[in-house]
């Protein structure tokens, strides 16, 4: 009864006065809220302004429609694939005895820490000739499909083996116990990774400039370059904002209120690993073709081209002033991130009101909403009503935690969680106050959590690029804007320190990812 009581304690909202979240944190819960819908309200007064005979005008024409059906292709292609792929290297690393399973395990998840544009280019390099649609679906299936794995195998993980071995007693194969067991039990990690990498797909600028595929967001760029804030830009990014609605809604509808869950851990002895036999040779060579395309060619190209560059290529002064901004940028925008994010995570683990969820759920659809779209609000607002705010670097911080606080929200929602209440009920009976229990209590115990999310947003600071581009101010270069520099110059050579100092500063991160969900299994 004693552990039933604490376990209670911990998961559910508590009801004590004492513990109510007091009224700063509903004040900064509200202001980032206020603050999160700037992006989507751009895109709704800019089609009201526009007037809908012009805005149809602009949204269905020839050149929509050909972006239109270069985006559904790339999604339609993509995804599948990535799918595909994610989920049949999750299942040959937890559930057969592939040569060397431990070692692929977080090999998988190291693609993650290539961005997408460093990706490109190095394909670029690789096969000069590569462009359009097919270079697209290679590219973005490579640098994306570690979103599926890692989920799918923690899913997996998670799965009781009696389940699949009570299949195969009934007669069925190891295909059918795939498709009929295991599959179906993976359907809500691979439908969120698949919405990631979806979304990522809608944003990405770089990757897909650099091998000449028009997209809403490469036609936004260009429509800002030539006409800065245009009307048709903004019909772009409306149609933009549209698609990714679509993506967020489709997605809750495929996941319906379907939920695979058991009352218990399931077996706890591990599951009986699928002999491979006479095709081992060919999923062992499979897995090592995966990491060679994805890993592989662009960790030997940027050699290739640091090699080739010799000690020219590391213009000190260049790399130390990006290096430092970037950091700078991110260091900063990871510390805000992490203080807003507390009494949203506040409100969301404690509280069941109405306002906790909608201050939690505006943040992820702005964070769905593509870089250049928040970019482009904050240019149009900034120089409408702030003037002064326009190309600074405040502007510039502000649209990485628009971006990117989310990240932060979910790590802390669990370590919040998971803080015991009682303790923090015990510390204000002893007479302390909120700001001495939250310093002492709160915080001390979800320190963890917060290091985590900022990790995550550090990462996704250092290297981002297409609302840096845009709202950097002149002069200002991160790792990111300098490579893109180079790289648009073809001047691959002084482009490749940027894109190997982009790596190594993600690559702890995503090992960080890799061994978080495994935790998350074993508890």
């Known amino acids: 009864m004693t552990l039933a009581l604490t376990r209670r304690s911990i998961v559910r909202p508590s009801s004590s006065p004492a513990h109510r979240p007091g009224v700063v944190v509903y004040l900064l819960a509200a202001a980032v809220l206020v603050a999160t819908m700037v992006p989507l309200g751009y895109v709704v007064y800019s089609v009201y302004s526009v007037g809908w005979a012009e805005a149809s005008e602009l949204v269905f024409r020839a050149r929509v429609a050909d972006l239109l059906g270069n985006t559904v292709s790339l999604v339609a292609l993509t995804v599948p694939l990535a799918v595909a792929l994610g989920v049949g290297l999750a299942w040959l690393v937890e559930r057969t005895d592939l040569p060397g399973a431990r070692l692929w395990a977080p090999v998988f998840v190291v693609p993650l820490a290539v961005p997408a544009f460093v990706n490109s280019f190095a394909w670029v390099s690789f096969i000069p000739g590569l462009h359009g649609l097919p270079a ?32 195969r007693s009934l007669g069925s194969g190891s295909v059918a116990v795939f498709f009929r067991v295991v599959l179906p039990q993976l359907r809500l990690a691979v439908l969120g990774g698949a919405l990631l990498i979806a979304l990522h797909l809608l944003a990405e600028y770089g990757a897909f400039a650099l091998i000449r595929f028009d997209t809403f967001t490469t036609a936004i760029f260009q429509q800002y370059q030539s006409t ?108 805000l991130a992490i203080v807003l994010a507390f009494p949203i995570a506040w409100l969301s683990a404690r509280t069941r009101t109405m306002f906790a969820r909608v201050a939690e759920g505006s943040n992820y659809v702005t964070s769905s909403l593509p870089g250049i779209v928040t970019a482009l609000a904050l240019v149009t607002i900034s120089i409408k009503t702030m003037k002064p705010l326009y190309q600074t670097l405040t502007l510039v911080v502000v649209a990485y935690l628009l971006m990117y606080l989310p990240r932060g929200v979910v790590a802390l929602r669990s370590g919040v969680a998971q803080v015991p209440i009682g303790l ?24 963890p959590s ?60 995503t090992y960080l990812l890799f061994t978080q969900s495994r935790k998350a299994v074993t508890r």
């Open 228 to 335: 800065f804030a245009g009307k048709a830009g903004s019909m772009l990014a409306a149609v933009l904002v549209l698609c990714c609605l679509v993506l967020l809604v489709s997605e809750a509808g495929m996941r319906g209120r379907l939920r695979y869950a058991r009352v218990g851990s399931g077996s706890p002895r591990p599951a009986v690993r699928v002999r491979l036999g006479r095709f081992k040779p060919l999923a062992f060579a499979g897995c090592g073709a995966a990491v060679a395309m994805s890993v592989g060619v662009p960790v030997w190209m940027v050699s290739r081209w640091l090699e080739m560059g010799g000690i020219d290529a590391w213009d000190a002064e260049s790399v130390s002033a990006a290096l430092s901004q970037t950091l700078s940028f991110a260091l900063v925008t990871a510390l």
């Open 136 to 167: 697209a679906v290679l590219v973005s299936l490579l640098s994306y499909f570690p979103l599926v794995y890692l989920p799918a195998a923690a899913a997996i993980r998670c799965l009781d083996p009696d389940l699949e071995e009570s299949a």
């Open 450 to 509: 917060a290091a985590a999310g900022a990790a995550l947003v550090f990462v996704a600071v250092s290297t981002e690029l297409t609302a840096t581009l845009l709202l950097a101010p002149a002069g200002i270069r991160t790792l990111s804007t300098s490579f893109w520099a180079y790289s648009d110059e073809l001047d691959y050579a002084h482009a490749a320190p940027f894109a190997l100092i982009m790596i190594l500063l993600t690559l702890p991160v």
């Open 424 to 447: 923090e009920e015990a510390s204000r009976s002893l007479g302390r106050g909120r700001a001495w229990t939250f310093l002492h209590v709160t915080l001390r115990l979800s320190g």
